[in-house]
């Protein structure tokens, strides 16, 4: 939409842009939580963590919270960037001058199911965790949240509601930003989220949300109070391709990453100094050469300091010298700078003008 608009693009630019921000949001929420129930459960399986936070009211709140805003519902953050982009769809329809574009009038109704699956599965998730009854007590888990996670859920809880309630003093400011990055144009009025043209697009989603909700997972998927996986194993996307996909990858990333870190260093280290080496050596037996055929003895060559000081091997028990174990050869250092990287690059497009 960026692209087709042109330089009426300043919605898809700032749906654009917004929506990263806002998924990255809820995000930083929801696996948070993930890692929670995780921690306290020990499992992954829906079926066995029905009725997981049924006496827990806080884990509820920090968690319906980022659900609905990913579901688009009007008044958070998630129906910002979703109202833009939805209205980008629109205003390409009008801008083509087609009376009935069936393409683009597709594209936009795609784009409500989807949005509706969202919530469907959102719905799912929270009734399996808040309203389903299990087989097990979690009420006898005890603490299950440190405070410290506690207050930063809330705190993320809080600025997703007012990034919501107030989206033409914070939202359109940040969207701002990076608005030139993507060669957004400037708007002309500021945008008006909560008329009714807008909240009725949100509607139509969350609507088909609740009827699939309703209709599939419920009625369909729901049975005997377990939740039912038509798809037999064997066609299981997961298991036939993403795993599989995965650990296929993973293994090329570490032979990769094994050359990678050891054949510059044996470059830098033992090839090229060898080769030096050994062009040293023959230089030395020439010399001794000549020497004894020119003085009639053989000249035997002593080191001196400088030669002692550029012995690696020199005072060293072992004969080969120690592999360099520290912290900036350690994953977490490695991490640590991927992290940097990402920060880099986001503060670039943020700040880029």
């Known amino acids: 939409m960026v692209c087709l608009l042109g330089e009426h693009n300043v919605l898809a630019a700032d749906g654009t842009i917004l929506h990263i921000v806002n998924h990255s949001l809820v995000k930083m929420m929801l696996f948070p939580i993930a890692g929670i129930i995780h921690l306290t459960s020990h499992t992954y399986d829906l079926n066995e963590l029905r009725g997981f936070g049924r006496s827990k009211p806080l884990l509820a709140v920090v968690m319906l919270v980022p659900m609905l805003s990913l579901s688009g519902l009007p008044f958070l953050n998630g129906y910002v960037s979703k109202t833009l982009l939805h209205e980008s769809i629109v205003e390409l329809i009008h801008e083509s001058n087609v009376p009935v574009n069936w393409v683009l009038t597709g594209v936009e109704w795609i784009f409500l199911f989807t949005g509706g699956l969202t919530f469907a599965y959102m719905l799912k998730l929270f009734f ?12 006898l888990n005890g603490e299950y949240m440190a405070e410290g996670s ?13 990034l919501g309630l107030m989206p ?7 969207a701002s930003f990076a608005r030139p990055f993507l060669s957004g144009a400037i708007p002309d009025h500021e945008i008006d989220y909560f008329s009714w043209v807008n909240i009725k697009g949100s509607l139509y989603s969350l609507g088909i949300g609740t009827v699939i909700f309703v209709v599939i997972v419920r009625k369909l998927l729901y049975r005997k109070g377990v939740y039912c996986d038509p798809i037999p194993q064997k066609f299981s996307i997961e298991m036939g391709i993403y795993r599989p996909a995965l650990k296929w990858l993973g ?11 050891c054949l510059p260093f044996r470059l830098l280290s033992q090839t090229i100094p060898r080769y030096v080496r050994a062009w040293m050596t023959g230089l030395s037996h020439v010399r ?9 003895e053989e000249q035997m060559a002593h080191s001196n300091v400088e030669q002692v000081a550029d012995d690696y091997h020199f005072a060293f028990y072992d004969d080969e010298p120690q592999k360099p174990i520290g912290f900036v050869h350690s994953l977490a250092f490695g991490l640590m700078l991927t992290g940097f990287g990402l920060c880099f690059c986001l503060a670039f497009i943020l700040l880029h003008k």
């Open 251 to 261: 293994q090329l990333f570490i032979v990769a990453a094994t050359l990678v870190d």
């Open 128 to 139: 399996c965790l808040f309203i389903d009854k299990g087989n097990r007590d979690w009420a």
């Open 150 to 162: 506690a207050a930063t859920l809330l705190t993320y809880s809080t600025l997703l509601i007012m």
């Open 168 to 174: 033409n003093d914070t939202m359109d400011t940040i």
């Open 288 to 296: 001794t050469h000549l020497a004894s055929k020119l003085m009639g």
